[in-house]
């Protein structure tokens, strides 16, 4: 049975750090990961979608990693901003079924001025 | 144009009451998904359906019957509502093994 964790729970930094989000999953024997972002009263955004025989994932300032041996990944953001002030939440496919996605509990970010 | 819309955005309504929520997507995906998030935001999957044909069904109170007149189009109602089905609902789709899942706004369902 897949499970997602992610830490930490939530993250306040001033703008312009680097940052590292990170997200472990159980069942290793994945097609691919998700990494999502979710504003506040809002739906869920793709950010990146890592296939499992890719390693990374590079979009814009954000660049997502997957290492299935392991059982983790990470989505590392750079130069943050105030915009990127969300919930990030990454998802596993459980049990090799690629359509049924099991999330994680997100990193709450918060990006000050 | 939205790509995965819900109606309604609110809902607010009587214990015992039954009410629905629809979804309906333009992406001409195949699979579309109810996910509730309950008030610790912990996001969890309820139902899927690929080609109006249920694919998952998560140990769901069967109070919750999802309906799919069409692929494009996948509806919730849920029967004699209860103060714990209070959450948010969101529908999503997908292409059958794309994996890349897209989301609606989100309908957030209250039960006094």
């Known amino acids: 049975k897949q499970e997602v964790t992610q830490i930490p729970a939530a993250l306040s930094v001033p703008e312009g750090e680097n940052l590292v989000l990170n997200c472990s999953f159980t069942?290793?024997?994945?097609?691919?990961l998700q990494w999502f972002r979710q504003d506040p009263g809002k739906g869920l955004t793709s950010l990146l979608l890592i296939q499992s025989s890719q390693r990374e994932q590079t979009s814009g300032r954000l660049n997502a990693s997957l290492d299935k041996s392991s059982g983790r990944s990470t989505l590392y953001i750079a130069a943050s901003q105030p915009g990127d002030s969300a919930t990030y939440l990454c998802a596993a496919p459980s049990g090799g079924n690629t359509d049924k996605l099991i999330f994680g509990t997100g990193t709450r970010l918060q990006v000050f001025p | 144009d939205t790509a995965v819309s819900q109606t309604p955005k609110y809902l607010v309504t009587q214990m015992g009451n039954d009410k629905s929520i629809k979804c309906e997507q333009n992406l001409g995906h195949d699979t579309m998904y109810w996910y509730k998030q309950d008030s610790k935001k912990f996001l969890k999957i309820m139902f899927s359906y690929n080609n109006k044909e249920l694919i998952i069904n998560e140990t769901v109170p069967n109070r919750f019957s999802p309906k799919s007149p069409d692929k494009a189009h996948l509806n919730l109602h849920i029967n004699s509502l209860e103060l714990g089905d209070s959450a948010v609902y969101f529908c999503?789709?997908?292409?059958?093994?794309?994996?890349?899942?897209?989301f609606g706004e989100g309908s957030r369902l209250t039960v006094l």
């Open positions: 999503a789709s997908t292409r059958q093994g794309a994996g890349e899942l897209f």
């Open positions: 069942d290793s024997a994945i097609y691919n």
